[in-house]
């Protein structure tokens, strides 16, 4: 069975500093990994989507690695503002014909200390 | 271009009635998948449907089931409430499944009691 994980669970950190979140899964035959942000009560916003073929995908101050041998994802976030403050999540697709969903970890909580 | 619309926003619900929830998918995307987030199980997968055909189905019961439309729209029903069917459910459209990239509605809160 597959297995997402996220660590830490929460993160804290003062405006301005560059940050790391992690994930790791436990089957290395994924077909992509996305990354998430979820506000409070709200859904999920995409942030970034790695293709298998691909090691790393930017968007702003926004980079995200895959290392698929390691089985690890990476979300960096460069020089943080209050408003980064959120849930993160990552998800990886699976795809066996016909066997196409999103297995996600259970999220880092950022905390942006203005 | 707009995103997926899901409907209703909020829903309260007594043990034992049904819900039917909608989602409305980007234009041109063809699988709609749903999810139920709850704060003890995180995110667990519902089902998915593409062109009208139910491909994969997580591990709920059977009073949980779903339809996807002509027009891609699809609706997830729930016969029975439990309590524990409390739950943000949530769609997300994408354009082949599983292998592009999701883009998830803002969620149906559904409250039991």
């Known amino acids: 069975k597959q297995e997402v994980t996220q660590i830490p669970a929460a993160l804290s950190v003062p405006e301005g500093e560059n940050l790391v979140l992690n994930c790791s899964f436990t089957?290395?035959?994924?077909?992509?990994l996305q990354w998430f942000r979820q506000d409070p009560g709200k859904g999920l916003t995409s942030l970034l989507l790695?293709?298998?073929?691909?090691r790393e995908q930017t968007s702003g101050r926004l980079n995200a690695s895959l290392d698929k041998s390691s089985g690890r994802s990476t979300l960096y976030i460069a020089a943080s503002q209050p408003g980064d403050s959120a849930t993160y999540l990552c998800?990886?697709?699976?795809?066996?014909?016909?066997?196409?969903?999103?297995?996600f970890g259970t999220g880092t909580r950022l905390t942006i200390i203005p | 271009k707009a995103g997926v619309t899901q409907t209703p926003r909020y829903l309260i619900k007594t043990r034992g009635q049904q819900v039917t929830l909608s989602c409305s998918p980007i234009?041109?995307?063809?699988?709609v998948s749903w999810y139920q987030q709850t704060p003890g199980q995180g995110l667990q997968f519902l089902f998915e449907y593409f062109s009208e055909t139910q491909r994969n189905k997580g591990n709920f019961p059977g009073r949980f089931s779903g339809r996807q439309f002509s027009n891609s729209r699809s609706e997830m029903n729930v016969s029975t409430l439990e309590l524990g069917d409390s739950a943000l459910y949530l769609c997300?459209?994408?354009?082949?499944?599983?292998?592009?990239?999701?883009?998830f509605g803002q969620g149906t809160r559904l409250t039991v009691v």
């Open positions: 790695i293709q298998s073929s691909q």
């Open positions: 998800a990886h697709h699976i795809s066996n014909f016909g066997n196409e969903k999103l297995t």
């Open positions: 997300a459209s994408s354009g082949r499944g599983g292998i592009t990239e999701a883009f």
């Open positions: 234009s041109g995307h063809r699988s």
């Open positions: 089957d290395s035959a994924i077909y992509n």
